[in-house]
């Protein structure tokens, strides 16, 4: 049991790391995590519901998780095959696709939530 408990902490210890690393040297996680920032606090700012939060939260995750994802593939492709190779570049476009469909998720969320205190505001 100890053991157990010693291999799962080793785990988050990976995990936390490349969180870390993904948030240091990824422009497109920074990027995503200043626009999500702003739009937390217009959440706050609007005061968008319990469900509404969970909805965007899970959304945010999607995305942030794909990019990773994506970001593991892309790294991973580099160093299997340096040079650029049409098969690669097939690989590394689906990858790119997948962070697309999270993102376009994410902006239909988006409208869905917050258009409506759009449209009660004028």
């Given at each position: ?27 497109s ?7 999500f ?86």
């Amino acid at each position: 049991m100890i053991l157990f408990i010693k291999g799962r902490l080793q785990s988050f210890k990976y995990a936390f790391r490349g969180l870390f690393l993904l948030l240091k040297t990824e422009h497109s996680i920074m990027a995503q995590t200043f626009v999500f920032s702003l739009i937390i606090i217009l959440g706050f700012t609007v005061g968008i519901s319990n469900q509404d939060w969970i909805n965007q939260i899970i959304a945010m995750g999607l995305v942030m998780a794909i990019e990773g994802m994506n970001t593991a593939v892309e790294k991973l492709a580099d160093f299997v095959h340096k040079e650029h190779h049409p098969k690669i570049g097939f690989i590394k476009d689906i990858s790119a696709g997948a962070v697309t469909f999270a993102a376009l998720t994410f902006i239909i969320i988006f409208v869905i939530t917050y258009l409506p205190y759009i449209i009660n505001r004028t």
